[in-house]
């Protein structure tokens, strides 16, 4: 089962990542549990963490 979460994880990262990139934030950088992105416009970083509720 953890390996199918690890894949639905990867897959929500890369459309969030396209999505935001697509917006004009710049990916800064990221692990299995979160992305940091910077909005250019403010110079405000943020940092986005995916985790399975149970």
Known sequence: MM???????KE???RVEYAL???GFRILDGDADCVIIR?????TDFQIQVSVIE
């Open 39 to 43: 909005n250019p416009a403010t110079d």
């Open 21 to 23: 990139a697509a917006a």
């Open 12 to 14: 929500i990262f890369e």
């Open 3 to 9: 390996q199918t979460e690890d894949k639905q994880k």
